[in-house]
């Protein structure tokens, strides 16, 4: 079945460092997706992307998705404490959002 | 707009019983999804109701079932409860196809299985 992998599980920066997550699929998807989840929290969206190439930023965040529309990765820069949290992709496929594992961010401050 | 509310949030249950979660989806959102939550395996997705119909299922066994009525609340049904699945269950209601679009999810309901 379809999977999505994503890199790495765990992420310990310093405050000011920058972050990276990265996402694989098995198969082409219709789209991507990234979520956040707080500790003790439920996921919440951040974004969605469509088409083949696209990059998007939402100040200190930048998604990509790749030109085979199979990975996809954000980046942080200059990471700060509210940033601590679980990154979640999803791949949008047919009616079901199939979730990598996620990245565990913790920031050192 | 209230959001995707989740009843019960916390709920203890013993091997072999059977439990039923609720989920209120936003409202006029047509689209159901539940899944599973664990440390060791992330998000799992269990199954997608629209428009009362279940369109699309995950690979859980057959303990696992639910059920959307015509105000698109949704219930979720495990039977025959094993300690393996205790976990974070979560719902997500979308205005159209899940995947489509944005996901809202609920709080989630902790189930314990003892």
């Known amino acids: 079945g379809q999977q999505v992998m994503q890199i790495p599980q765990y992420q310990h920066v310093q405050e000011g460092e920058d972050f990276t997550t990265y996402c694989n699929s098995s198969?082409?998807?219709?789209?991507i997706q990234w979520y956040k989840q707080r500790p003790g929290g439920h996921p919440v969206f951040l974004i969605q992307l469509v088409k083949s190439g696209e990059v998007k930023k939402q100040k200190r965040l930048t998604f990509q998705f790749g030109e085979a529309k199979k990975n996809s990765s954000l980046h942080i820069t200059a990471t700060q404490t509210t940033d601590v949290g679980t990154y979640f992709c999803a791949g949008g496929q047919g009616g079901k959002l199939i979730f990598g594992q996620g990245t565990e961010l913790s920031v050192k401050p | 707009k209230a959001g995707v509310t989740q009843t019960p949030r916390y709920l203890i249950k013993t091997r072999g019983q059977q439990v039923t979660l609720s989920c209120s989806p936003i409202?006029?959102?047509?689209?159901v999804s539940w899944y599973q939550q664990t440390p060791g395996q992330g998000l799992q997705f269990l199954f997608e109701y629209f428009s009362e119909t279940q369109r699309n299922k995950g690979n859980f066994p057959g303990r696992f079932s639910g059920r959307q009525f015509s105000n698109s609340r949704s219930e979720m049904n495990v039977s025959t409860l094993e300690l393996g699945d205790s976990a974070l269950y979560l719902c997500?209601?979308?205005?159209?196809?899940?995947?489509?679009?944005?996901?809202?999810f609920g709080q989630g309901t902790r189930l314990t299985v003892v």
């Open positions: 409202s006029g959102h047509r689209s």
């Open positions: 997500a209601s979308s205005p159209e196809q899940t995947g489509v679009g944005q996901a809202f």
């Open positions: 198969t082409t998807l219709s789209n």
